[in-house]
């Protein structure tokens, strides 16, 4: 008797099994499972997006403590920070004209918690590197343009020229003699010298330093001759008497340095040159957390203290349109381009 109740007993069970899932609907029931998964894990991750940000953020500088990009970085931290109720913590990464510190954020997690803070620089880095380790347009989220900040050229104290003009006579009676130093390849003050010389026609040999701070002490010791870099970090020189202000590439002069001319009012006319500067994040970072960031952004940006501080440094904010991902997405493509084409007429080689 035991021996066919074995199989009958076996059979009801397959058949209960049977019945309580159809192997013809399992493909169905597992895609079913799948998508609520999913949904549930999409819900989660929204949900963490919602509450951003729940810890410290972080911003990178891809320079030095102390240049101008630094120092403009800083006080927007501070104003984003009490925007946001949440810490945001400086972190200097320099080396290779700013490449180093950029692709630690390329690499960072796109969570809203490391963002990056730099300069024209930016899109001047295809153009001087061969192995860049990110694309400029492509790794990152645009969050937002941030300052525009004029360029001063200054020289060492005992100088012949005093302005425009008198350099332009010294130069082309001496040719190649002229030591127009730079922060390195790459340097918003590396950058500014390409330009000069392209506009000018001038043939001041660029001689590059690891650092604006280095440059600055050997034009003032009288080893080389002028630098063309930021207001913040040449003012301070030039009213202590160390260095002289030749011209300011502006319309109008800078109110904290009246007795420099512009180079419009010193014989060089349509050379206006601002470095502009923007925040972005790593490639694909939630657009809740870039909302947030924006907004913190802008908010900073209408801040009296913010627009006291940034005039003291002759840095204007960003306009308005600027202030957003497409319109820093759009000022990063042109001036890649034009940065591109002036790099390549100066023929600077790649490194």
């Not at 951003?52 to 501070?78: C, F, H, M, N, W």
Request: glycine share 10%.
């Amino acid at each position: 008797m035991q021996g066919p109740a074995g199989p009958v007993h076996s059979k009801r069970i397959k058949e209960k099994g049977n019945q309580g899932v159809n192997m013809k609907n399992f493909p169905k029931i597992l895609a079913s499972t799948l998508v609520a998964v999913s949904s549930m894990s999409g819900m989660a991750v929204s949900a963490q997006a919602q509450d951003y940000p729940e810890k410290p953020i972080t911003i990178v500088i891809p320079y030095a403590p102390g240049g101008s990009t630094d120092v403009l970085g800083r006080i927007l931290s501070q104003s984003m920070s009490k925007f946001l109720k949440q810490t945001i913590v400086v972190e200097n990464v320099g080396g290779a004209g700013g490449t180093l510190g950029s692709a630690r954020v390329a690499r960072a997690n796109a969570d809203g918690y490391t963002i990056l803070f730099h300069n024209a620089g930016h899109a001047a880095a295809p153009a001087l590197y061969n192995r860049l380790p990110y694309d400029p347009q492509t790794s990152f989220e645009p969050i937002g343009s941030v300052a525009d900040v004029p360029m001063i050229l200054v020289a060492r104290k005992n100088f012949p020229a005093n302005n425009y003009s008198e350099l332009a006579a010294y130069a082309k009676a001496n040719p190649d003699k002229v030591l127009l130093a730079n922060a390195g390849t790459g340097a918003t003050s590396h950058l500014c010298g390409v330009l000069f010389n392209n506009v000018t026609g001038l043939k001041t040999t660029l001689v590059p330093y690891k650092g604006t701070g280095p440059a600055l002490n050997d034009i003032a010791g009288g080893h080389v001759d002028m630098i063309c870099d930021q207001p913040a970090s040449t003012t301070s020189f030039i009213k202590q008497g160390t260095l002289k202000g030749i011209a300011v590439a502006t319309k109008e002069r800078i109110p904290t340095l009246k007795d420099v001319p512009t180079f419009a009012e010193s014989g060089l006319k349509n050379f206006e040159l601002y470095v502009w500067h923007g925040l972005y994040a790593p490639k694909g970072t939630p657009p809740v957390a870039l909302k947030k960031i924006n907004a913190a952004l802008q908010h900073a940006l209408s801040d009296e203290e913010v627009v006291s501080k940034f005039d003291g440094l002759g840095a204007k904010p960003a306009e308005k349109a600027a202030q957003t991902p497409e319109g820093l997405h759009k000022l990063l493509a042109s001036e890649t381009a034009r940065l591109s084409a002036a790099l390549k007429t100066a023929n600077v080689a790649k490194q």
